[in-house]
């Protein structure tokens, strides 16, 4: 495994730290519970750092220089991967012949590095885009910045040269095919999953008892929002839509509390209090209660403590907060983007909207106000929905991909050899 740009030891919710790093960590442990030895390659971060961390049975992590440890930003990285690439390259002369049967890269940067290894290894590079930067471009939240050409160029020589192109949902494969002439026979479609021992709706009053531990009123109408803040992911809209929401029925500042959890990442990195400045001036920053990025079981906790997660981004290749909101009982409100049509069911398991207008997030929020039973309603039709997403379910999919990846480039190499033994017989 290949996560050059993002650590799988790092706290999700925090700098580039996302879905990513959640689905790099817990396919890995999945692949190794099926028999898969799994080593993860990411940049130190740090000089402190072990060269090489367990991080569960049968997933080693192995942090290699590449560039200064601190200040570097995604956007310098590319620089960077000549220099992650040879310390791989001393990682594998170290080990013996055919010790790496696969490469799987996630994200472009990754695959530009792990397009190398896969050729110098003799072995399949089986690549996930999990975003696009095309997808991205054509849908950018105002302000945002565009992502540059070398990532679009990146991403069309992965999308030709990789054995195969792993997609979270079939919408993503057809952006493949259609953005980056990828071939569809070399494209796989497989759902990200939730870890289902984690991510429960914690039995009966599991909202009352989050609600007690997390410190949150008993009554309230809780809509949370959780992730990175940047544009991308449109917590502003959320901010809006509570105000909008107010201006309806003014009586319902007394029940309101609106949770955000998580971190300051990417873009929005330059405003780092932008979210806290605005609540201020939309004169609601004593309702929005901001919490860092917390660790899986307290993110649990959030979830089940909601009445709705509202996930407004302007796009998600799946939407892996969403799938684990439902999985605690918990109905979602999303943009109707990416993969959150997958992971959400409109109007079964929460509502998905149409663009980015926050006065539609406001009526689909006056809807928990208004019956108090919704959410509970809704809730549990998401918990049985997100059963189908298990990590294991990705795992054995994934294995799939991995097998087929491989026997076809047995079969071709088995194929080279016979043609060349033919032509040295008919010599």
Not at 119 to 132: A, K, N, Y
Not at 160 to 172: G, H, S
Not at 262 to 284: H, V
Request: one cysteine or more; aromatic letters at 6%; a neutral charge.
């Amino acid at each position: 495994m290949l996560s050059v740009h993002t650590s799988p030891l790092h706290q999700p919710g925090t700098g580039d730290a996302g879905g990513m790093n959640v689905y790099v960590v817990e396919l890995s442990r999945q692949l190794a519970a099926l028999g898969i030895e799994v080593e993860i390659f990411t940049r130190a971060t740090s000089p402190a750092l072990d060269p090489a961390v367990r991080l569960a049975p049968g997933v080693l992590v192995r942090h290699i220089d590449a560039g200064p440890y601190e200040g570097l930003r995604k956007e310098d990285l590319p620089a960077q991967l000549c220099a992650f690439s040879h310390g791989m390259t001393q990682v594998w002369a170290g080990q013996h012949p055919g010790y790496y049967d696969l490469v799987h890269s996630h994200y472009w940067l990754s695959g530009q590095v792990g397009w190398l290894a896969a050729e110098r290894w003799g072995v399949p590079l089986v690549h996930t885009m999990h975003t696009m930067a095309r997808v991205k471009n054509a849908s950018l939240a105002g302000g945002d910045t565009p992502e540059p050409a070398t990532r679009i160029i990146g991403e069309t020589q992965l999308a030709r040269a990789a054995d195969r192109l792993v997609a979270n949902t079939a919408e993503e494969a057809s952006q493949l095919v259609r953005h980056y002439d990828a071939a569809p026979r070399r494209t796989a479609v497989v759902h990200p999953g939730v870890n289902l021992e984690v991510f429960h709706p914690g039995g009966g009053q599991g909202r009352e008892r989050a609600r007690a531990r997390l410190g949150l009123p008993r009554d309230a109408l809780i809509p949370l929002f959780t992730g990175r803040i940047q544009p991308l992911k449109a917590p502003d809209i959320l901010l809006h839509a509570v105000r909008a929401l107010l201006d309806h029925d003014p009586a319902l500042r007394e029940r309101l509390t609106v949770p955000v959890v998580g971190g300051p990442s990417g873009t929005g990195l330059a405003r780092p209090e932008g979210l806290q400045k605005l609540a201020a001036r939309l004169g609601i920053a004593d309702l929005v209660r901001f919490h860092p990025p917390v660790s899986q079981p307290e993110l649990a906790d959030w979830y089940r403590a909601a009445d709705v997660l509202v996930v407004p981004s302007y796009n998600e290749s799946f939407g892996l907060v969403a799938a684990e909101a439902q999985a605690c009982g918990t109905p979602v409100i999303a943009a109707a983007v990416g993969g959150l049509p997958v992971a959400v069911r409109d109007g079964v398991t929460g509502y998905l909207i149409d663009g980015h207008d926050p006065a539609e997030y406001a009526a689909a929020l006056r809807r928990f106000a208004d019956d108090p039973d919704l959410a509970h309603r809704l809730g549990a039709a998401a918990a049985r929905h997100a059963r189908r997403f298990g990590w294991a379910t990705t795992a054995a999919e994934t294995l799939a991909v991995y097998t087929s990846a491989v026997e076809e480039r047995l079969a071709r190499a088995l194929r080279a050899r016979a043609l060349a033994t033919l032509r040295g017989v008919r010599r």
